[in-house]
């Protein structure tokens, strides 16, 4: 094994040797022949010098095509990041622009003029709290107001039942008899009065006794209001009277309802005291409206009665 391949060494020396030679005898008979005949070297050069030419003529076209490239490149790179650029602030700037949206208060910039010179109406009613009560105002006098739902009364006993579902009628005599005497009275107290003095109906609510009952107990006077005319019952609110209306199925409730009729309004709607909801307190009514849905009841002066404050 090592015999054979000092052989092969030797034999690819020899060959090295000889092309080397013979690549060395090439070019000193080519320089010989450049001296001696330049015809016969040009023949023998041209060939490799064109070709030679080629290949220098060929590699500069394509440095220069790669040289181009990469100049139009670099000039769509940039074209393109300036382009996104404007883009980007375009619409960072369009997003941030205030827009007039409505429903939306915008306040005016510094240096603006006043938006709001113009006067607005005060509203016509507002429920506000004054101390511990709350208080609606806008009707014949300020209505000292209480819900039955409300947390301090909703679960507070009615007999054996309890206001918030049950409570309209002491929760209404409470508004009133706060309302138009001195006596503090409230929801609870109202509810333990009209329990002791027969008033209360188990699972029903109150009997509609409670009304001409209260304001006899507590100074004020409860009078049937027999009419059933829009214009007398707008004629009575706007002498400065309060009614109390006993509602059916409707707009207050889908049973039967106590409700404060507290005053009206100078284009003819009514404000009312709904001792279960100070929304539609806030709301104005038709007169006729209500008028459409008092209940068929005709008991007690049911349904409707008009309240008179002490002395009167």
Not at 76 to 95: G, K, N, V
Not at 139 to 150: E, L, N
Request: net charge negative.
């Amino acid at each position: 094994m090592r015999r054979t391949f000092v052989i092969r060494h030797t034999k690819r020396n020899i060959v090295l040797a000889s092309l080397l030679a013979l690549l060395c005898i090439g070019a000193a008979e080519l320089t010989a022949c450049r001296y001696f005949e330049p015809e016969i070297y040009e023949r023998i050069v041209s060939p490799v010098r064109y070709a030679a030419g080629v290949v220098v003529d060929t590699g500069k076209a394509g440095l220069d095509a790669a040289a181009r490239f990469c100049r139009n490149t670099a000039d769509s790179l940039s074209q393109f990041a300036s382009d996104t650029a404007a883009q980007a602030a375009a619409f960072w700037e369009e997003l941030t622009t205030p827009k007039d949206v409505p429903n939306r208060y915008r306040p005016p910039s510094r240096g603006d003029p006043d938006v709001s010179a113009e006067p607005t109406e005060p509203p016509v009613t507002e429920l506000r709290r004054e101390g511990n009560r709350e208080i609606l105002t806008g009707g014949t006098v300020d209505i000292v107001y209480y819900c039955q739902s409300a947390p301090e009364w909703a679960d507070q006993p009615y007999g054996t039942d309890t206001i918030g579902p049950y409570g309209c009628g002491p929760t209404v005599m409470a508004i009133a008899v706060a309302s138009l005497t001195d006596i503090p009275a409230d929801p609870a107290s109202m509810a333990a009065w009209a329990v002791a003095n027969g008033h209360w109906a188990r699972r029903g609510g109150s009997r509609h006794s409670i009304i001409q009952g209260a304001a006899a107990g507590f100074g004020i006077e409860a009078a049937p209001f027999p009419s059933r005319e829009a214009e007398d019952l707008t004629a009575a609110l706007r002498q400065g009277k309060l009614l109390v209306a006993l509602v059916g199925p409707g707009h207050f409730t889908d049973g039967g309802h106590f409700i404060l009729l507290r005053g009206i309004t100078d284009s003819g709607e009514v404000l009312v005291a709904d001792p279960n909801s100070p929304e539609r307190s806030l709301m104005l009514w038709e007169p006729q409206l209500i008028l459409d849905e008092l209940s068929s009841a005709r008991d007690n002066g049911a349904p409707l009665w008009v309240l008179s404050p002490p002395g009167t």
